[in-house]
């Protein structure tokens, strides 16, 4: 939980790098793809693969814990790295989005019909005996369809997971400045993350900023489109 608030307090005080960065991807997600998978690795390395790190490996963590300036170093190198590999892989990135959300899926959904319903002892033996080997085949022939089919839509899905992370830290930021220019206590400020009050908040601002994100990128595009055809 320590680690946790630290990484909080990290992502508050970044608010100068990181609210532009927010604001630009829910504005423009859909219509630079490039920059904003950019960007999207940047968001990525610095609050998913940061704190992995941070958490995993005690000398990053000794070397990290020196001095503020050194947090601040790391936090914009992985950052910077994330972008870069984002950036140059972005097409295998996505491929990998769609196959593992779809095989995932599918996963899930076969295994509860198939428990569910007890449809297994129906079957031949040879499907019984084989039967994982069998649903791993399905669920990845559906991964490699849904790899190949986000891939042609990059740009979406890029976009709708911009605007994802960029809601929900967009929202982290804002209500934690808020709370903390009215309480003027940080460990107030990163634990009200962990109240179910706090999370509320938190869930429904990054639906309603999320969603108009969503209008603005797509929603408009199709209207705008649809106005000049007329």
């Known amino acids: 939980m320590e680690n946790a608030n630290q990484h909080l307090w990290l992502l508050l005080e970044s608010w100068y790098v990181v609210i532009p960065i927010c604001i630009f991807l829910i504005f423009a997600a859909r219509f630079v793809e490039k920059v904003s998978v950019s960007l999207f690795g940047f ?6 693969v940061y704190p992995i790190i941070y958490d995993r490996f005690e000398q990053f963590r000794q070397w990290v814990n020196e001095s503020q300036i050194t947090q601040y170093v790391a936090f914009f190198v992985i ?7 984002l950036y140059v892989l972005f097409k295998v990135f996505v491929f990998l989005v769609g196959f593992f959300a779809a095989a995932g899926v599918i996963y899930y959904l076969l295994d509860f ?3 569910r319903f007890e449809i297994l002892p129906k079957m031949n033996e040879f499907v ?13 022939a559906f991964g490699v369809f849904a790899g190949l089919f986000a891939m042609r839509k990059s740009s979406s899905v890029i976009a709708t997971l911009s ?15 808020v709370y903390f220019v009215s309480s003027k206590d940080q460990e107030k400020t990163t634990a009200l993350f962990s109240s179910t009050a706090g999370l ?23 209207k705008r489109q649809k106005d000049e055809t007329d």
Not at 80 to 85: D, E, G
Not at 165 to 177: D, F, K, N, R, T
């Open 43 to 48: 968001l990525l390395g610095g609050f998913v």
């Open 79 to 85: 950052g910077v790295l994330c972008a870069i590999a």
């Open 113 to 115: 019909v198939i428990k």
């Open 128 to 140: 019984q005996q084989n039967w994982f080997v069998i649903l791993l085949g399905i669920c990845a």
């Open 163 to 177: 605007l994802l992370a960029a809601s929900v830290i967009l929202s982290i930021e804002v209500i934690g400045w």
């Open 200 to 222: 509320v908040v938190l869930l429904t601002l990054s639906l309603v900023i999320f969603a108009f994100g969503i209008y603005f990128n797509f929603s408009r595009k199709r």
